[in-house]
Each structure stands twice: as C-alpha cells, then as structure tokens.
C-alpha cells in the first residue's frame, strides 16, 4: 500500500488541472465513519445534481462493519454521461480524522479540499486547494440537540458543497423532502442544516476552483437505483412465487427490496394475504433447499445469495441440475475465496457459478450489465429456469447490487410468462404417457407434472440418483450416459433462448474487447479513450453462457482480442480458450482484482501499453 | 370356499385397493424394520382413505430414505440430499400447503448431518408426518454407529460407544413440537394409530421409529435389535384412532380412556396401561424421557401433543389458494404498477 501510494503521487505530480471552469465533469469523494448517517447527505448530494439534469453516478466504499469504521463514498457527476469509476477524485470532503490525511495525500495537485478546520490539513498539502469549515460551531448553531450534532454535520457539509459548486437550493431541498419524505420535522431539521452550511460558506469561502454544477437536460425520464432493487423488481414482475434467502453482503437487499415490493404489490387486494411466500432460511443449505422443493412442487422459486452461499449451494445445485428443477439463483459477487472482502466487488465466481457441483455440471448462467439488465434478466430467468427445468444463474455483483446507477426507465415485460413444458390433468389423459426424463421433443427438455396433479400417470420419483427415463433407479452405464448427454442437449438448446452477446464491431478495429457485467461502464469509457489516442477497438459484451457462436465469430474477425475481467485468474479467458483452442494465441487477458470496481483509465493504459 | 366368482379386492372409503397405494418391490435386506415401516404406512393412507395424489413422499439419503420409493406409487416422490429433506419440504409446502407431506428419514440423516434442518423444520412447525427410521447405525456405509446410538451400545464389529445419544423426541419437544410418538417397527398396531393420527395432526409430527438394522445392529449388545427392542417396548398407553368420519362406537370406562380430539375432527384415544401418563403435559412428557433414558427403558407411544401452535402455512399469511395455483395475471403486476414505480424513483 505505501509504495502503491508514492507511485500515485508520481503520477499525479505530473498533472496539472487546466485553469478556467471545469463543468459538470469530476468526481467528489466524501471520507466518513460508517454508522455516523453520512449515507442520506451522500444521496442528498448526489439526488440534487440529478435532478439538475446531470449525469451522475455514486458508490459507496464501506467496510464490512456495523459502525466507527472508514467510509468513502464518490460521486461522479459527468456531463458526456459516463458512469464508471474514476480513480482521480477532484474534490475531497474529508470528515474522517482517521483517514484525512491519506486521503488528502491522495489527491492530485489542484484538487480541492472540504474538511473540518480543526484537522488543519492546510499543513499537509499546500498545493491543494482546502476550505476548512468550522463544523462543530456550525452544528450547534443547526441544532440545539446535541445528540443530533454529529448528524447534522453531515448536512451541513451538503451545504457548503452545494454552495462552492452552484447546486440548485431547491434542489438540495427537494433531495431532503424526498428522503425524509415520512419525517417531516427530519427533513426541516436537514434542510437548516444544509442552509445553515450553505450560508456560512457564502459568507466566509471565497471560491477559488475551477468546479461548478449548470444545469442540463440529460436525466428526464432517468431513474436512480441498485442493482439488488432492481433485481427484486424483475423478480416480482416475472411472478416470482417463492423466495428464501439467508442474509448476506452484498446481496440482502436483492430480497429485502422484494420484500417490500410484493408486500405492496402482491397482497390480495380482498384478504390482503400473500400471493407469495418469501422464506428467511437457517443458512444456504437451507435456503436453496427451500427454493427447489418450492421450483418442483411447481412454483417459480428463488433464492439469491453471495460467494459463501454459492459455496454452500453447491450439492444442491448439482441436484437441480442432475434431476431438473427449476430454480432461480442470484449470485451477488464479493471478493473471494473465504470470507474475502465482503464488501469489496469481484466477478470471480463466473467459473464456480458455471460448474457449480461435483460431477460433471454446466449451468445457465445470465451476466447483467446495467441495473437495467438485473431488472431484465431477473424476468427472464424465471422464463428461462421453467423453460429448461434447471437451476439459472444470476451473477450480479457489489458494485451494480450496492451502488446507485442512472438508468433508462426499466420497459414492461413484452412475452407473457413462459412456464415451460408441464403436463397437467388433461394433458396427461391426452398423451396416455408420461415418462419424466424422456426427450420427447428432441431438444433435451423433458415434460413434468406437478405434485398433486389428480392424474394416475402424474406421479414420479426425484432421486439425485441414477435415474432413467422413467425417472427409475438406475446403475445401467447407457441410462447414465443417455442422462447426461441429454443434459448437455439442453444446454446447446439454451443458446437460442438466452440472452446474446451486444457486438460493436468495428470494421477498423484490428483489436476486439471482450468483457461483461459492471465492467461494461468503463470499457465504454475506455473506448472513447482508446478512439481519442487513435486506437480502434470492437466490442463484444458476454451476456450468458453457455458462450455463443457470436463469441468465435468476433474473435475470429479481429487480429486478437482483450478479455477484460474483475478476477485473478481470467476465469472468461479460461473458459473461451477452453470452448475454442484454435483461439488461444489471439487471446489477451486484462484482470483486474483489487475489490475495487473497474475504471476506465486501467483498460485503457493496459491496452495502450500492449499496442503501441 | 365354493364361491367361484372372480375375488374382488376389498376397498376403501374412495374406492381404492390396498394395492392402489403400493410401491415399487423394496431393495433393502430380507427383514429390514423398514420395511415394515413401509407396510404399516401403506396401511394407514389405505385405511383413511387419503387420495394418493394429495401427498408427497420426501426423504433424504441412506436406507430409510430409500423407502419412498416403496409406498404410494401414485404420489410425487422427493429423494433429496443427505440430511437436508426439511428443507425441501419446507419450500414446497409453502409452494402448495394442500400438498400432504410425508418425510422418511433416518438416525444418520436426521440426528447427525440434518439434525440443523430437522430443527428448524419443527421450530416452523412445517405441516407433514416426519419419521425417523431409527437404527442406531449407518447401514448403507456398512455400519458406523450414529448419533442416536446408545452409550456402551456395542456395533457388530465389536467396538462400543462412547458418546451420548441425541434423543430426537426430547429434542423435538424442546422445539416446539406439538406430536411426538416413539414407536417400533416391530409393533404395527401402535405404529399405524401413530401414523393415522399424524396424518390428521395439522403440525409437525414427528415418529421416531426404533427400526432395527438385521444386517449390522441386530446382535448381542445392541440396543436397537429385534430382540431388545421386543423385550423392552413398554407402551405407555394403548392408542385407538377414530378418524373423522367413523362414528364414535366403542364406550369406556371413565377415567381409563383420555380422548384428544384433533382439528379434522378425529379423534386419537389414549387407553391407560399399568401407569398414568398425560401426553398434554409438556413437563411430564420431557421428565419421563428423561428419566426412560437414565433408566434404559424403552418407552413407546405419543409421547406428547398439542395442536394450538399454528402451523409454517397459518404463519407465512398466504392466500386461501395455494400459491401455485394462482394465475399468471395475478402473479405479474400491472404495467400500471411498473410505471409508479418508475416515478418513484425519478
């Protein structure tokens, strides 16, 4: 880390920020202490340069703790829309005495600094330009409460920000009724709070950097949400029956939004009883357990977890897999392995994800790209989990489940529910015949029945044992591998009902990108990038696997093709290299792995360095 | 004996045959006490009448959980993985709470590797019949002692055991469960009340059911042979099951008989054997297992029952209809609601 540091401040000696006003593009990062109501301010913050009509987009970088440790979170309000990670922030707001002075050491020459005037960070940098506050004084003046003081500090700095960078009051003012929009005498108290910050900062700041907000018109009809809601969003719209899920960062709040949706939307409107059953289990074991006796008894079922959930649901997915039932996973990626950073993002279970099992197992997995796909996707998996009577992958991650995303209004499902192949009473008296694992169609996808389906051909036996088409016991070499052939014709038949891969081609382009999930905000930036230093790239977002002849084909076309990913290994690199040898020499892999999510500047150094 | 008419199959109140609620030929060894088991569950869902395809037969792995396979051909089936069938079953009662659940598990897969998931199945008090084909011995592994094996108890190899038992009753009890019975595979007049009457209870019910292994626990020194089994049953009481719609004949002496009435209207008749044992009591019910274990006896019967507790369907506030049977239009909100809920988010 301290050489890692040094390196930085190299680097950014050599920068210098151009004189004259910088508009609507840069990044504010606020040092806080978990626990201390920093989390509203931040939204604040960030929700009234929105609705000024200015791209943004914010992240919250938070430890795995309850309360007293270092908080950042960063806004990067950005006026071309660009909604990746920046790793230069421009405008510090240092509030946490434990960090403030790394953190100021981290800024680039130029930069501007917000802190308490106590800490006298003046001494630490005189080529950043500070504007102490006196904070403790500001906050009694807000409130006499002194237990509210602290929290009020955090709006107080809302304030002054708003106040150095031209933020609309009403603005500021709307943001605060809109989050205390049920605590009225909260939101006064915030909104003086904010003014009081404001007031003084006009009063005593002369403004001396180069940063302003101005008005835009580039968010009507956006919305602002995470990942996770969004997925619970697509899971109440694709008439999701059951969920169970044991809590876990990142990835509660997928079921924890759910909740709150169906418990609005979903409740009979005569009886105001559920018309869904969603079930906190005693663990993973558990709550996938749950999920498949719910996916085989006929319900659409799910449940949604993060790596050590995925870990623990191994055997049972293999089960799913191995005796087709349908059934949702949401995998919400953390770093690994163990415990790992629980609240750093990762997309290092792609491979696990894919194989999860002993024995030989590939499952469907689905890769949103945008809050709007986990919300898309969430839909469709349900579809696609009947469809082909299997366990369906959703690999999400911290950084798209946790963080706020600007995003296009999410479209109404445009396919009616798809509940796949289901023999029911009448059904069955017209075929005469029902054999559980029989390939009557020739695509791999056997017919099923419901328990408690009045019928005396319904009923079958699911065993995780060797079972032939009659769903029998069986040991018989040929039923085993009739079994497990007919599996993978399954999933050769998925790939015309998954979602494809988006292709930009380039037809200058001698270089390809391959990437997917959150990764997609950056290489859009990097491409840019990349474009303005006169290097022409194609792109290819991998949506699912199985990987799709869309994949070799853009391989093929171009001279050679960077896989950019967020793990150690390359585990899509490995994958591509193992579907497609003949490749193997085009392939050039980009990884990066420290929990912190993708910027833009890192593919775009890393490709530069490899083609110049 | 001069009848030359075709013989037609006695039937039950449905219609159906014995045979109607058979399964397929078992593969466990000649004797196996779950196999009896199997009989006597057969015997039960025949006798009340209880349309096959209403129940579901789940299970997890080793011997016992084989079982399903063996009874109710009719019923959907769910063999799943090692100790974890509660919560299979869990999900797909509330995917369809009309469903009626039956789990077949054993010592193995209940008191060691599901003991967590058999907890947390009484603790939501899951609607179904829960056995445990109770042996004392992984069989299909070829012998290891398990969890409910007693203490000193000796395995056919001559090794004895040093470690406590986990007594599943008292465990079950302790939970929250409102019907606990310890029977034996041996005594099918007492195991078919037991299963009748856990098939009318509206919780979970919980059998524990001393069925001995022939193959690698019936010899000298184990406590959970034939033979100790026969010798030691001591029934606490002699239980009759009066389902709902049979009238209620037979008179008694007062004060010999107590009548628990369950919520489908059946009633189980608990007829006093030498001792005087209340099933209603909770206190008595975890101090007289206890002291049976301090005193190695062997006690047999239902060893409590309550029906006030809701059931985990009552709990989780679902709609009248099973969840799986409400349509599609209902499932999937109105464009309506996305487009409030965009706005919201504006």
Known sequence: ????????????????????????????????????????????????????????????????????????????????????????????????????????????????????????LQAIRSDVKHYPVPFT?????????????????????????????????????????????????????????????????????????????????????????????????????????????????????????????????????????????????????????????????????????????????????????????????????????????????????????????????????????????????????????????????????????????????????????????????????????FERYRDVDGDGIPYRTIPGTDHPLAAYFTRGSGHNEKAGYTERPEDYVNLMNRLLKKLETSKKYIPLPIVDHNKNAKAGIIAFGSSDFAILESRDQLQAANIQTSYLRLRALPLTDEVKNFIEAHDHTYVVEQNRDGQLRDLIVAEYPQFATKIRSLRHYDGLPLDARFVTDSIISEEK | ??????????????????????????????????????????????????????????????????????????????????????????????????????????????????????????RRNVPMIYIVENNGVYGLTKGQFSATADLASKSKSGVLNELPPIDLCGLAIELGCGFVGRSFAGDPKQLVALLKAAASFKGTAVLDVISPCVTFNNHEGSTKSYKYAKEMETPLHELGFIPFYEQITVDYEPGTVTDVELHDGSHLRLKKTNRDYDATSKAEAVATIAQAAADKQFLTGLLYINEDKENFAEVMHMSDTPIVHIPNEVLRPKKEVLDEVMQSLM
């Open chain 1, 1 to 120: 880390m301290g050489t890692h540091t040094v390196k930085t401040l190299e680097a950014n000696t050599a920068q210098k920020v151009e004189s004259g006003r910088v508009v609507n593009d840069f990044s504010i990062e606020v040092g806080t202490v978990n626990g201390s109501g920093s989390q509203s301010s931040n939204s604040v913050l960030m929700r009234s340069i929105f609705q000024m009509g200015i791209p943004v987009s914010g992240k919250n970088l938070f430890p795995s703790n309850i309360a007293g440790l270092p908080t950042w979170f960063t806004i990067r309000v950005n006026k071309n829309g660009y909604i990746a990670r920046k790793k230069d922030i421009d405008i510090l707001v240092a509030m946490n005495p434990q960090t403030a002075i790394e953190d100021v050491k981290n800024l680039k020459p130029g930069a501007v600094c917000v802190s308490p005037q106590e800490m006298n």
């Open chain 1, 137 to 433: 004084e500001l906050a009694a003046k807000a409130t006499d409460n002194i237990k509210l003081r602290k929290l009020v500090t955090n709006m107080i700095y809302v304030g002054v920000v708003a106040e150095l960078l031209d933020i609309d009051q009403s603005e500021i003012e709307n943001a605060i009724r809109r989050q205390f929009k049920k605590k009225q005498s909260a939101a006064d108290l915030n909104i003086k709070a904010s003014d009081t910050g404001r007031e003084w900062a006009k009063e005593n700041l002369k403004k001396d950097d180069p940063y302003y907000v101005e008005k835009m018109d580039l968010t009507a009809g956006k919305i602002i949400i995470d990942g996770n809601a969004a997925a619970g969003l697509g899971c109440m719209f694709a008439g999701v029956q059951v969920a169970t899920w044991y809590p876990i960062t990142p990835s509660s709040s997928l079921c924890e939004s759910l909740i709150d949706y169906m418990k609005k939307y979903r409740l009979e409107p005569e009886t105001g009883k559920a018309t869904f059953a969603i079930v906190q289990a005693e663990d993973e074991l558990a709550a996938i357990g749950m999920a498949l006796g719910a996916g085989w008894a006929g319900a659409r079922s799910m449940t949604s977890t993060s790596g050590p959930g995925i870990s623990l649901m191994a055997e049972f997915a293999g089960y799913g897999y191995f005796t087709e039932i349908p059934v949702v996973i949401f995998d919400v990626q953390r770093v690994g392995p163990s415990t790992g950073m629980p609240t750093r993002t990762s997309q290092a279970d792609l491979l696990s994800a894919y194989t999860l099992s002993h024995g030989d197992t590939k499952h469907i997995v689905l890769l949103p790209g945008s809050v709007a796909e986990c919300y898309e996707f969430a839909v469709k998996s349900f579809d696609i989990a009947e469809r082909f009577q299997t366990p369906i992958f959703v690999l999400s991650d911290l950084d798209l489940g946790m963080n706020n995303w600007m995003s296009e209004a999410f479209t109404y499902p445009d396919q009616p529910m798809d509940r796949g192949k289901v023999l029911n009473k009448e059904a069955l008296e017209k075929a005469g015949v």
């Open chain 2, 1 to 122: 004996m001069v009848s030359s008419a075709p013989k037609i199959p006695a039937t039950n109140r449905i219609g159906l045959t014995l045979a109607d609620y058979k399964g397929s030929p078992s593969t466990l060894c000649d004797g196996c006490g779950h196999d009896a088991i199997t009989s006597q569950i057969i015997k039960a869902y025949y006798e009340l009448g209880i349309e096959p395809h209403t129940v579901a037969k789940l299970s997890g792995i080793g011997c016992s959980s084989k079982t399903p396979a063996y009874f109710l051909n009719r019923a959907h089936g769910f063999n799943s993985t090692h100790g974890r069938m509660p919560s299979v079953a869990t999900g797909a009662c509330v995917a369809n709470k009309d469903l009626r659940m039956i789990g077949v598990s054993g010592d193995g897969d209940t008191a060691s590797i599901g003991l967590g998931q058999f907890c947390h199945l009484v």
